[in-house]
């Protein structure tokens, strides 16, 4: 057993770091929204976190459920290209709407004609300016928007390293493997995530501030493109 599962726990924390890494959908997104939105490095790691345990539970229970109806390996690629797909369109999506949103916002801002709200009161800054303060509230529909689409978005290197244990029955190393990809495939992201959010952080962008959800919806439609288009 030791012999059979080191090689594969191995396998499992190299292929994590790899997949992760060359994904950009695994830290851009959060990276992007976190200095659009103003999040903290905690928020932006808890974020990330929590939508990272819903993209590797996601395969796992997909996995359990295709090895309960006896389903084959064709059966799982073909369930993981299928939501592949549709987590790259979802990303597409959801960067194709944020980057519109942010473009009108900074048109607004850039006129004097941004309707602000805060304490109850919703009012119109001449010049476009908001420097004053004020609570900071956080739009939890961004949040959920991400979650689902790593809910749908696949861990297709997890499956067979799942599957080969659990179809022989082995379920406790099945988990562990699992346990260990999941693990792994978070922390990466959480490190490369903290580590691009504190350079971004040191870019001093002026007057392109106000452009940054723009480019934030840009450089999230972007990367389910290179998903779709480049295999990344």
Do not use: N
């Amino acid at each position: 057993m030791i012999a059979l599962s080191l090689p594969l726990l191995g396998a499992a924390a190299a292929v994590a770091v790899t997949h992760t890494a060359l994904g950009p959908d695994h830290t851009l997104p959060f990276v992007m929204l976190s200095r659009a939105r103003g999040w903290s490095r905690a928020r932006t790691v808890a974020v990330t976190i929590v939508c990272g345990i819903a993209h590797v539970l996601s395969s796992v229970v997909l996995g359990m459920v295709g090895l309960a109806i006896g389903a084959g390996l064709g059966w799982f690629q073909r369930a993981e290209g299928i939501r592949g797909d549709w987590a790259a369109w979802a990303l597409v999506g959801l960067g194709a709407a944020y980057a519109l949103w942010g473009v009108r916002r900074a048109l607004r801002r850039s006129s004097g004609l941004e309707p602000h709200a805060h304490e109850g009161h919703v009012h119109v800054h001449p010049g476009g300016t908001t420097h004053h303060h004020h609570s900071h509230h956080h739009d939890p529909s961004t949040f959920w928007a991400l979650f689902i689409v790593f809910a749908l978005g696949p861990c297709e290197p997890l499956l067979p390293l799942f599957l080969v244990p659990a179809s022989r029955g082995d379920w406790m190393l099945a988990g562990v493997t699992a346990a260990v990809f999941g693990l792994v495939t978070i922390v990466t992201m959480a490190v490369l995530v903290l580590a691009a959010h504190a350079g971004l952080e040191r870019l001093p962008l002026g007057k392109l501030e106000r452009w940054s959800h723009a480019a934030a919806g840009t450089v999230i439609a972007a990367s389910g493109l290179a998903i779709l288009f480049l295999g990344l």
